[in-house]
């Protein structure tokens, strides 16, 4: 058996990562179509145990999964050109307004949608900041803060009980 990289196994690998089963990816790579299903599923899995297909493998996935990977730092980051954005920054100094690819990263990142009609007039819809606040507070726990403030005498006063209600009581002489 091969080892190593070759231009096929090199498929396989890549194939697997994709999602392929391992017999499909063994199908596609080594145009095997004409095999018998029983063959292909030994030759693939026979492979799937290479140690530099395993390794390949194992590379590839963790390249997608770095490029697929979306940190938290930077969730905040686009919600928070949102809520810092300056609608004067869509416009030149002489008042016109800018078209779409004039703008820069942070304003264009801003823009729900825009329309040019016939004439040139363009229109611009934003992202709403109001959502775009509530992602940051809710990561910082604002909400919980502010929600602790908010004083419930209900559940006061069921705090203060400590579990020690002995429920409806029938007075004498009623009932």
Request: charged fraction near 35%; avoid cysteine.
């Amino acid at each position: 058996m091969t080892t190593g990289s070759t231009p096929k196994r090199e498929r396989f690998a890549q194939e697997i990562v994709r999602g392929a089963s391992q017999s499909e990816a063994y199908r596609i790579a080594f145009k095997a179509d004409r095999m018998k299903p029983d063959t292909i599923h030994k030759r693939a899995s026979e492979l799937m145990r290479d140690g530099w297909v395993k390794a390949r493998v194992a590379e590839l996935a963790a390249g997608v999964e770095r490029e697929l990977t979306i940190e938290v730092a930077d969730l905040l980051r686009e919600a928070g050109r949102i809520v810092f954005s300056d609608i004067r920054k869509i416009t030149k100094p002489n008042g016109r307004l800018m078209l779409p690819h004039e703008l820069d990263a942070d304003t264009a990142a801003v823009i729900k949608s825009f329309e040019i009609d016939k004439d040139g007039a363009i229109k611009y819809v934003f992202w709403d900041k109001n959502s775009a606040m509530e992602r940051p507070f809710k990561h910082k726990g604002l909400f919980e803060l502010d929600n602790k403030q908010k004083a419930d005498p209900l559940a006061e006063l069921l705090g203060a009980l400590k579990g020690n209600v002995v429920g409806p009581v029938a007075q004498e002489g009623k009932g």
